[in-house]
């Protein structure tokens, strides 16, 4: 399976590196930052799909506790937006905020682990001349978050499927696959929808719709 393959790899770049590093002969300098440098990225990744796959297990097992409070969708994702700057060096990457500072219902840390998710799928799948187009519109009843990529796109006869389980489009593409169906879990919980439109070779556009929150004058 996918998630077998995605576990199987970097555990495997750890061991050959470790290895390396403690033969007999003692490796060279540059090896040695090497060997560290692959030990510390597969290590994260390795934890990155196994926290996928536990918060996926919690959220199948109805144990996922979500903490709602109110909360502004504009300044938690122009935070991420902020939290992935150092990494989008050399690609287009934008925020653009617009309408109403609508306030919803809804766990912070969860919904930022959506906008999370959403923004490390479009850089897995952008190349050269890479642009990511985030934008929040707050309206009265709703607020809308688009993460616009020119990425590589998914095939029309694969859009019903992406939000599956473990489904990815190419086998050997990057992750879990459980990434977009973890999101459309947490947005479930939320009473938020997402709606991806996409086209092969030009690119996708993710819209999240969150409703706003119920105020105490909007019951009466």
């Known amino acids: 399976s996918s998630v077998s393959h995605e576990l199987r790899t970097p555990l495997t770049a750890i061991k050959g590196w470790a290895e390396t590093m403690r033969m007999g002969d003692t490796p060279d300098f540059r090896t040695m930052e090497k060997g560290r440098s692959v030990i510390a990225n597969e290590s994260e990744r390795l934890t990155g ?8 297990s919690r959220l199948e097992s109805r144990t996922m506790k ?107 593409s990057p992750g879990s696959g459980i990434g977009l169906a973890l999101v459309d879990e947490i947005l479930k919980l939320h009473d938020s929808t997402m709606l991806i439109d996409s086209q092969l070779g030009v690119g996708t556009v993710i819209t999240v719709i969150i409703p706003a929150a119920v105020t105490a004058e909007d019951e009466e």
């Open 66 to 172: 979500v903490n709602k409070q109110l909360i502004s969708p504009k300044r938690l994702v122009n935070s991420v937006y902020r939290q992935f700057l150092p990494r989008t060096k050399g690609i287009d990457f934008t925020c653009t905020l617009i309408g109403e500072d609508t306030m919803v219902n809804g766990d912070a840390n969860r919904l930022r682990q959506v906008f999370i998710n959403l923004l490390t799928n479009s850089l897995k799948f952008i190349g050269e001349n890479g642009k990511i187009a985030l934008t929040v519109e707050g309206f009265e009843d709703n607020v809308k978050i688009m993460v616009e990529d020119n990425g590589i796109g998914i095939s029309e006869k694969n859009l019903e499927r992406v939000k599956e389980k473990f489904f990815k489009e190419n086998v050997n």
């Open 49 to 56: 799909i196994v926290e996928e796959l536990l918060d996926f």
